[in-house]
Each structure stands twice: as structure tokens, then as C-alpha cells.
């Protein structure tokens, strides 16, 4: 790996701005986001008149408004000349506290972090964006404070240190079970991929070989190093995908600072935080992030075969996963080389490019060729292609809609404009030829298209993860500009950057995670295991009658002995049955009404059904319709409701007599 370096950090160019200019935007900041939550939740209050009457929250609002009140005559008036001893007295009694200030610090983030996600009284009041932010700017301002006072960096340095952590913990929240014990499925497909997990090991768990899984077989492929432990238990797999989503996000994050050679000042080391949190925001899935770390790792843009060898195996393993993501690591190996190398180095245009276009066609094949051997060999091929081809466009779902307020379009554009940005001012130095801006742009555009495209098919659209190709190029181009490693044509310009454009890009992942974050989702564990006990007797009751059981979803119990003594009916798997269903894969649907018909099973174990056709205003309302109609529909048809589990959301059906 050889990079040119260059002394245009913008991280580095910044001038910070005096404590007392950042204490009055602070203030300001937090007088009109306050302005703007009693706008936004007004109406939530007027609709449900129990928080008009409610004492702790007429007492918190009339706190507020006295801290909001005394800041603002600390701020903007002569008083603060007269508090000035009492102030300096306080600051110097919390820098006494020394190293204690680290804890007080998290315990503030914890606090807003329960007080937001686990509120179950004022739920509706703490969903609303303006409320959020609020209470963000107050909480962080306050752990800024104690960092301050405990460290040598500067206000804003310690502020954007609270606003990137906390980003950064926010994004993993998602990702983190908060029932490691709880035994049915926390989620519409974790017990999927953990069953899919399983293939791997199929013999050892079933006594019988399986195919390989046809959809994003990255993902049960990495999942299965856990099940090597033998009779590993659930809790192990779940601790095993945390840390996989974790693990890769921060390799990816430590190969890129280290393509960078940044300083560790403290703004490069809340650069690298930024980097982690980014990871998430689509979020780029762990199985995914492979590719991408393949390459930074390994590409040397002096070095044309080694480049190649790299590229090759990430073309190769992105080449199973996804179709649009069969360039992705050849496009990163051509941004890496256009970032790194400048065109005057290279004595004519042909000799510039001879390298990226070999690594182009190069990793294009590869992943091409992975794509199609690999669908050939696990016998999925006629099904994996039915399924990506197929399956209908929702180009609606690029607009804002009822799957994700913002709409993919938007909402990408929202995360992305302050990267632009800092990329569009460093560009205005001019040390940059066009020709490599341009072939950057239009890899972006391609995998934005690309995105777009994935993302408005049935079946997505809540979240920004089939961006993911675009968000991972754009995060190294702009990783790049702003920690000063894009190669310059000639002697390069120090840039000055205002410091109010690295607080936008800073607070971008912050902003994005916590407006769309949920409310933590809590199960009665005990009726959890009263229902296993109950669900277990049933279907082993019906097996030893001879009768097959076919587990739809929570397949998982199976794989991991939750539930023995039943044998594994290996079709109609949740998520193939909805893959089938969404791509209108008629000769699969036909088999599955066939078999239902004959009542080929004794007993079918799904999620609670609900046979209602839903309007388009309802999140996933196609995805309902055609389970409804393709799978529910059928099975109502020949199978009738024997046993309902409300609490685990699973429902037994046996033959209609």
C-alpha cells in the first residue's frame, strides 16, 4: 500500500471558535428546537388530554423553561458578569472531579438514552424529532461540559466527541438483543437466518445434507463459524451476530484511518468514531462490509497484480451475495487509484488508465462469473433469478412514505450533502484534475442508481441498507477529502475550512439514527418459556403420530434442541415463502397450495396470521397483501386455527376436516 500524502486536512485547517461564541449558538440552538418540540407535540397533547392534566410533565416543562431562562440571562445579559466567580468556582470544582467526570459523562448519555427509548409513559411525546433533538443538544451540551473540565481539549472538540459517541451507540443499538435468552424469533427474519446458519452444519444437526441458502448466502455463511462449537446455544449465535455487525464495522473503519495516516488529534480520532457511526447509517450489513475491507486492506495502486489478487477476491465474494454489488470492489479499487494518483504522474491518458480499466474488467468478471457459478452450483439458480428479476418496483417508496418518512430518495440526499460538501470546497482548491472528479461522480451515480433501483422493489424501502454500495464509495472519497489524502496535481493549497461545516458532517450519522430509532421492545420472558413448554408438546405429540410438522417460521428452536424430537420439514421456510410470494413465483406458490391441499402436513407452525388486506398508508402494505393473498389465503383455505400463542406470535393450524 503506498499513498501520497498531502498536508490539506480540513480536520486540521479548521479555526475553532471562542467558548463564548459557541455558548450563545448553543443557547440559541436549544431556545428554538424548544420552540419547535412544543409546536410538534402540541397536538399529540390535544388529542390525548391525559398529558394536559399530567403533573410530572406540566413540572418537567416548567424546569426547563427555568434552566432555558437562566441560560439566556447568562448569555445575553450583564448578569453573567456578576455569576462570573460563581461560574469559575463550579468549573473549578468539577475539575477537581478529574477522571470521575468520565462516568458522569456516559451516565448523562445513558439517562437521555432510556429517557428517549425506554419511556413508555410519554412514548408518543419523546418519537417526535424536535423533542429528540432537544434533549440531545441539552444532554450532550451537559457532557461536554464534564469533558471539558476533565480534559485539554477544546469546547467544540468535546462537543462533537459526545455527539459522534453517541451516534455511534445509537447506531448499534439495532443490532443489539436485549433478551439474549428469549426463545422465539426477536424479529420477522433473525430466526431465518440462523435456521439458513444451520445448512452448513446440516448433517451434524439433521442427519441429512441441505442446499446451500440462494439469498445473501454471506450472511448464514459467516453466522455458521459459531455453530462449529458443539450444541452451541442461542444466546452464543445472537452474542456471535452483534459481534460480527461490530467486529466488521470497526475493521472497516480501522483499514480506512490507516489509508489515511491520520494524526490522532482529537478531531481525527472523532473523525474515526464518524467513520464507525457511518457504517450503520444504511445501515452497510456485516456480510457485506467483507468486500470492502478485502480491498482497502490489500490495494496498492503501484502495484497492478497484487491490486488485482485483492479485487479478485472481493469481486468473488461480493459476487455470491448481491447482484448489485458485483462491481462494488472494482469501483473501490478505481476510487482508491483516482484519490491517490494524480494524472500528471502518468505520460499520457492511456497510461493513467491502463491499470483502473484492467481492475474494472477484471473484477467485474470475476464477480459476474461468482454470481452465476455460485447460483448454479447450490441449484438455486432458476429461483435466485426469479426472484431478483420479478419481484415488482415501488418507485413510490423514493418518495416520502409510510415505510420511511423521508422517502430513499431524499433520505439519502439528507445523509450525503454535508460529505458533498466538504468534497465540492476541497475540489474549489483546484488541485484536483476534472477527469478524476468526474470518473468519481460517476461510479456515485451508478451505485446511487443502482441503490435506488434495489431499494424500490418489493420488499425494501424502510431504511437506506440498499444504498449501501453508494454510502461505502462515498464514505472512502469523502473520508479521503476531508483527512487531506486526495493526491494534488501539483503543490497543494491549504484549505480553511469553517468549523460549522464539520458540525454538520459530524452530527449527520447522529441526527439520521436518532430520528429514525425505536422504542426498545421488552417480551414476557416467562410466558416465553410457558408457551415453548406447551408448543413443544404439541408438535411432538403430533410427530410421534407419524404426521410431519412444518415450522414456517421460528425454525431456530429446531436447529438449536429448543424443540426435539421433530423432524425438520426443510420447505417453506418464512423468508423463501415471502420471496416466492413478493416475485410471484407461480410454479413455487402452486406447489405450496398443492401440498396444502393434500394435506400433506399434520401440522403448521407460523406467525400469528391476520388475513386483512391493508391500505396503502400502512407500512408494507404490499408485502401484507401478497402474503395475505398467496400464503394466508391457502393455508386458511385448507388448514383451520388450532392453537394461538398471542405473546410468542405464533399460531398452530392442522387440517380442515
Not at 413540572?59 to 434552566?67: D, H, N, P, Y
Not at 383451520?640 to 398471542?646: K, L, T, V
Request: charge should be neutral; glycine fraction near 6%.
Amino acid at each position: 500500500m503506498n499513498t501520497l500524502k498531502t498536508n490539506t486536512s480540513l480536520l486540521n485547517s479548521i479555526q475553532q471558535p471562542a467558548a463564548s461564541l459557541l455558548w450563545r449558538l448553543a443557547v440559541a440552538a436549544l431556545d428554538i428546537t424548544f420552540l419547535l418540540s412544543c409546536w410538534e407535540i402540541w397536538p399529540v397533547i390535544h388529542r390525548q388530554a391525559v398529558y394536559l392534566h399530567s403533573i410530572k410533565l406540566q413540572a418537567f416543562v416548567a424546569g426547563i423553561l427555568l434552566v432555558l431562562l437562566v441560560t439566556n440571562l447568562l448569555t445575553w445579559t450583564k448578569l453573567r458578569n456578576f455569576c462570573q466567580p460563581p461560574i469559575a468556582a463550579l468549573e473549578r470544582w468539577f475539575r477537581r472531579l478529574g477522571w470521575f467526570n468520565f462516568l458522569l459523562a456516559p451516565g448523562i448519555l445513558a439517562l437521555f438514552t432510556w429517557f428517549i427509548l425506554d419511556n413508555r409513559e410519554y412514548s408518543p411525546l419523546v418519537a417526535e424529532f424536535w423533542v429528540r433533538l432537544f434533549l440531545l443538544l441539552g444532554s450532550s451540551l451537559m457532557a461536554a461540559l464534564l469533558l471539558h473540565c476533565a480534559t485539554h481539549w477544546t469546547p467544540l472538540e468535546c462537543w462533537l466527541l459526545v455527539i459522534t459517541v453517541i451516534g455511534a451507540a445509537w447506531a448499534v443499538l439495532p443490532v443489539i438483543p436485549l433478551q439474549l435468552n428469549y426463545p422465539f424469533s426477536l424479529g420477522w427474519s433473525e430466526s431465518s437466518w440462523f435456521y439458513y446458519a444451520s445448512y452448513f452444519k446440516a448433517q451434524q444437526l439433521y442427519g441429512t445434507g441441505m442446499p446451500w441458502p440462494f439469498l445473501d448466502v454471506g450472511r448464514p455463511m459467516l453466522l455458521s463459524i459459531i455453530l462449529i462449537i458443539p450444541q452451541a446455544p442461542l444466546w452464543l449465535m445472537r452474542i456471535w451476530q452483534v459481534a460480527l455487525w461490530i467486529g466488521m464495522a470497526v475493521l472497516v473503519t480501522w483499514l480506512l484511518c490507516r489509508r489515511l495516516h491520520l494524526a490522532r488529534t482529537a478531531l481525527e480520532w472523532i473523525f474515526g468514531i464518524w467513520i464507525f457511526a457511518w457504517m450503520f447509517v444504511g445501515p452497510v450489513y456485516f456480510y457485506l462490509a467483507v468486500g470492502p475491507a478485502i480491498v482497502l486492506a490489500g490495494f496498492d495502486r503501484n502495484r497492478f497484480w497484487k491490486s488485482m489478487l485483492w479485487i479478485g477476491v472481493a469481486s468473488l465474494w461480493s459476487g455470491i451475495l448481491r447482484i448489485n454489488w458485483i462491481p462494488v470492489p472494482a469501483m473501490l479499487g478505481l476510487a482508491l487509484y483516482f484519490l491517490e494518483t494524480p494524472l500528471s504522474s502518468a505520460t499520457s491518458l492511456w497510461q493513467y488508465l491502463k491499470r483502473p480499466l484492467g481492475w474494472a474488467f477484471g473484477g467485474a468478471g470475476l464477480g459476474a462469473g461468482a454470481f452465476l457459478a455460485f447460483s448454479e452450483f447450490s441449484s438455486r439458480l432458476q429461483t435466485t433469478l426469479v426472484s431478483k428479476v420479478t419481484s415488482p418496483f415501488l418507485w413510490y417508496r423514493l418518495l416520502p412514505n409510510s415505510n420511511l418518512h423521508t422517502g430513499i430518495l431524499a433520505g439519502t440526499l439528507i445523509v450525503s450533502a454535508a460529505l458533498f460538501i466538504m468534497i465540492g470546497l476541497y475540489l474549489h482548491t483546484g488541485n484536483v484534475h476534472p477527469l478524476r472528479s468526474i470518473l468519481c461522480l460517476a461510479m456515485l451515480i451508478i451505485l446511487l442508481a443502482g441503490g435506488a433501483i434495489a431499494s424500490v422493489k418489493i420488499g425494501g424501502g424502510n431504511n437506506l441498507h440498499n444504498m449501501d454500495a453508494y454510502m461505502v464509495l462515498l464514505l472512502v472519497i469523502g473520508a479521503y477529502t476531508v483527512a487531506g489524502q486526495v493526491a494534488a496535481e501539483s503543490t497543494s493549497q491549504a484549505l480553511k475550512l469553517h468549523w460549522a461545516w464539520l458540525v454538520l458532517l459530524l452530527c449527520t450519522p447522529t441526527l439520521w439514527v436518532m430520528g429514525n430509532a425505536s422504542h426498545f421492545v421488552f417480551r414476557d420472558q416467562q410466558a416465553a418459556g410457558d408457551d415453548l413448554k406447551q408448543i413443544t408438546a404439541i408438535t411432538q405429540n403430533a410427530a410421534q403420530q407419524g404426521g410431519q410438522v412444518l415450522f414456517i417460521n421460528n425454525r431456530h428452536l429446531l436447529t438449536f434442541h429448543q424443540i426435539t424430537g421433530v423432524p425438520l420439514v426443510t420447505d417453506y421456510e418464512l423468508e423463501e415463502l415471502m420471496e416466492m410470494a413478493m416475485s410471484d413465483n407461480q410454479p413455487y406458490l402452486a406447489k405450496f397450495t398443492d401440498d396444502l391441499k393434500a394435506h400433506r402436513f399434520s401440522m403448521i407452525v407460523v406467525p400469528i396470521v391476520n388475513p386483512q388486506i391493508q391500505d396503502a398508508d400502512i407500512p408494507f402494505s404490499e408485502e401484507n397483501n401478497v402474503w395475505v393473498n398467496d400464503i394466508v389465503k391457502p393455508l386458511m383455505k385448507y388448514y383451520q386455527s388450532a392453537y394461538r400463542f398471542e405473546n410468542s406470535d405464533i399460531e398452530i393450524f392442522t387440517p380442515k376436516p
